[in-house]
C-alpha cells in the first residue's frame, strides 16, 4: 500500500518561509516522480512543481517559479518543497503527488498525470 505523508504546513506571515516534506512508502520511490499540487477553498487543485525521479528536471508553476524549490532525498524517500517569499496567495492544502511510468504529455503536469496522493498539509499565508 502506497503512502504519501506530508508535513511542515504552518501559519506563517507574508514574507516568509517553509518547508514541506513528504515521506513516501510501499513504492520504488527512486523510479517516481514527484510533484506538489494546492488546492485554496473553492478552487481546483493546480500544478505547483515536479521533479523527475532523479532530480536532475524541474518544472514550476510560473507564479512559484523564483520562490519555491523543489528536490528530493531518494535514499530517505523524501521529497521537498522550500517556499520563501510567501504570498497570502500562497494560502491552500498542499499536498504531494506520486506517479510512475510514462504519462501523456497533455496530463504531465495535471492531477491525471499523478496515481498516488497525501493527505495534505496546510499553509496559511497571513499576517
Known amino acids: 500500500q502506497v503512502q504519501l505523508v506530508e508535513t511542515g504546513g504552518r501559519l506563517v506571515q507574508p514574507g516568509g518561509s517553509l518547508r514541506l516534506s513528504c515521506e513516501a512508502s510501499g513504492l520504488t520511490f527512486s523510479s517516481a516522480f514527484m510533484g506538489w499540487f494546492r488546492q485554496a477553498p473553492g478552487t481546483e487543485r493546480e500544478f505547483v512543481a515536479r521533479?523527475?525521479?532523479?532530480?536532475?528536471?524541474?518544472i514550476y508553476e510560473h507564479s512559484v517559479k523564483g520562490r519555491f524549490t523543489i528536490s528530493r532525498d531518494n535514499p530517505k524517500n523524501t521529497v521537498f518543497l522550500e517556499m520563501n517569499g510567501l504570498k497570502p496567495e500562497d494560502t491552500a492544502v498542499y499536498f504531494c503527488a506520486a506517479g510512475v511510468g510514462i504519462v501523456p504529455a497533455g496530463l504531465f503536469l495535471t492531477p491525471r498525470g499523478f496515481t498516488y496522493w497525501g493527505q495534505g498539509t496546510q499553509v496559511t499565508v497571513s499576517s
Open positions: 521533479i523527475d525521479s532523479d532530480g536532475e528536471s524541474t
